[in-house]
């Protein structure tokens, strides 16, 4: 197969929202609010396809400093062309944006929580979230 890793910061959003839902990981995004949906494309410092004849078969996106830290929010492949290799190369595309020292931070979908450790991360024991309902105490 001969799929492509290419750089798009132009994504459009129906072209976002229809790989995230072809991956299921629409089912844990914003997928119904376009406002937001158009800000994580828009504000992403990374954004990676994955592209088979033409059609968007996997997506990596990322908010970074390219220097010390690189948060990977979304990391889905189209169902018919999981485990196969995209996923770990769009990392790798994403890695490749980065200064050599800085490292990728993710929160895990739970239907992924076994893939990261099988592809070399580690579980940090002392990741915290403050969500946004959340107050500040
Ligand atoms: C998780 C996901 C991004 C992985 O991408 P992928 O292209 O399918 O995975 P890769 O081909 O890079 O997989 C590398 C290895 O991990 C395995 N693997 C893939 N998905 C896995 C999962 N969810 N759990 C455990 N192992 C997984 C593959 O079988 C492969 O194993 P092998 O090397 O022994 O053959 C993709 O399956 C996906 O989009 N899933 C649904 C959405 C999702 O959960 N995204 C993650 C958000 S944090």
């Known amino acids: 197969m001969n799929i492509t890793y290419q750089i798009t910061p132009n994504l459009s959003i129906e072209a976002f929202l229809d790989i995230l839902n072809r991956s299921t990981l629409g089912e844990r995004r914003p997928i119904d609010d376009l406002e937001c949906v ?6 992403a410092d990374i954004i990676v396809t994955a592209v088979l ?5 996997g997506v990596a ?9 690189c948060y ?10 999981q485990s ?16 050599a020292k ?3 931070i993710l929160l895990s979908a739970p239907a992924a929580v ?4 099988k592809i070399g991360f580690t579980q940090h024991p002392s990741a915290w979230v403050l969500d946004s309902t ?3 105490l």
């Not at 004849?53 to 078969?57: C, H, L, P």
């Open 61 to 69: 996106r990322a908010v970074t400093d390219f220097s010390y830290c």
């Open 84 to 99: 196969q290799g995209i996923g770990k190369k769009l990392i790798q595309s994403v890695r490749e944006q980065l200064k």
């Open 72 to 81: 990977l929010s979304d990391l889905a492949v189209d169902v018919s062309f």
């Open 38 to 43: 158009e800000s994580m494309i828009k504000n």
């Open 114 to 117: 076994e893939y990261y450790p």
């Open 102 to 104: 800085c490292k990728i």
């Open 134 to 136: 959340k107050e500040i």
């Open 53 to 57: 004849d033409e059609k968007i078969v």
